[in-house]
Each structure stands twice: as C-alpha cells, then as structure tokens.
Nanobody, 124 residues
Framework: QVQLVESGGGLVHTEDSLRLSCAASGGTFSAYSLAWFRQTPGKERESVARIARITRTTYYADSVKGRFTISRDNAKNTVYLQMDSLKPEDTAVYYC?????????????????WGQGTQVTVSS
C-alpha cells in the first residue's frame, strides 16, 4: 500500500508559477499510474492532469492545457505538477492520486490511493 504526501502549495498572484510535488512511500511507485485532481468547496473533485504507468502518456484538462505539466521521477518516487500562468480560477485544494493500472483515468473513483491535499490560492 502506498502513502502519498503533497507539498508545494501556497498563495501566489495571477501569472505566477508553482510546482507541486507528491512523494510516495510504502509501495512500488513505478507500478502506479498517477494523477492530480483539484477540488473547491461545493464542487466535485476534477481531474487536472494524469500520467500513465508505462507509456508515460499525459492528459490534461482543457482548462489547464498549455499551462500545467505533469511529470514523474520513478527514482525519487515523486510526481510533480508544474503550474505556470496561474489564474484565480486555479484556486483549489490539489490532490495526487495513484492507481494500480497501466492506464490513467480522469475519474476520481478509479484511484486507489490519495494524498491529503495541498492548498493553492491564486490572487488577482
């Protein structure tokens, strides 16, 4: 069973950048497909970016395409989310998630493990 811990959130201004990290422990990191989700109060958790286990194929929500980049470092057991040109509407709690499957998924119910979340706030 893998444990996930996010870090890197904070308060930034519009057009700033942040890099979120999610460190994994207790499992075989390379065995998981990974994703970043975000959630705001009263709304469902939405997929932001995801990366497949073997092919490392990446997918992005339309709202972040061209601004966010997901990557993974299996040697460091860490998945990253580089967020550039941040907008106030990116404000949310960001979660990383892992699933034991060669393919990633945009559905939150497809993931077996979750981190505790990290708050990202973008002020205008």
């Amino acid at each position: 069973q893998v444990q996930l811990v996010e870090s890197g959130g904070g308060l930034v201004h519009t057009e700033d950048s942040l890099r979120l990290s999610c460190a994994a422990s207790g499992g075989t990191f390379s065995a998981y497909s990974l994703a970043w989700f975000r959630q705001t109060p009263g709304k469902e958790r939405e997929s932001v970016a995801r990366i497949a286990r073997i092919t490392r194929t990446t997918y992005y929500a339309d709202s972040v395409k061209g601004r966010f980049t997901i990557s993974r470092d299996n040697a460091k057991n860490t998945v990253y989310l580089q967020m550039d040109s941040l907008k106030p509407e990116d404000t949310a709690v960001y979660y990383c998630a892992a699933r034991v499957d060669p393919y990633s998924s945009a559905s939150s119910t497809a993931y077996d493990y979750w981190g505790q979340g990290t708050q990202v706030t973008v002020s205008s």
